[in-house]
């Protein structure tokens, strides 16, 4: 059973940090590809970053360079570092998780969802 429950999320002003946790349930963590999303309201729920079970991590344009995610293995835990936040971040974050396909060149197949996080620039 897959559990993925964000926190951290809130109200900051623009050029302002916030790092979210996604808190990961049993094996999930070592074996699953895993990322964040986000969703504004009117618009589709896009990727913001995913990171593999080998460490390596990928991110939007959007985000890259202000952006950083990871993992805190002592505490299974997946985090978001956000600095230099911009109005345009504003969204419902999601943490997520899934296999990793080698097909089409390897991608995450997200399968598992958490509950999401307001995040409000």
């Known amino acids: 059973h897959v559990q993925l429950v964000e926190s951290g999320g809130g109200s900051v002003q623009a050029g302002g940090s916030l790092r979210l946790s996604c808190a990961v349930s049993?094996?999930?963590?070592?074996?699953?590809?895993m990322g964040w999303f986000r969703q504004a309201p009117g618009k589709e729920r896009e990727g913001v970053a995913t990171?593999?079970?080998?460490?390596?991590?990928s991110y939007t344009d959007a985000v890259k360079g202000r952006f950083t995610t990871g993992k805190d293995n002592a505490k299974n835990t997946l985090y978001l570092q956000m600095n230099s936040l911009k109005p345009e971040d504003t969204a419902m974050y999601y943490c997520?998780?899934?296999?990793?396909?080698?097909?089409?060149?390897?991608?995450?197949?997200?399968?598992?969802w958490g509950q999401g996080t307001q995040v409000t620039v």
């Open positions: 997520a998780a899934g296999p990793f396909r080698l097909s089409s060149g390897g991608y995450c197949d997200i399968g598992y």
């Open positions: 049993g094996d999930t963590y070592s074996r699953y590809c």
């Open positions: 990171i593999r079970t080998d460490g390596r991590t």
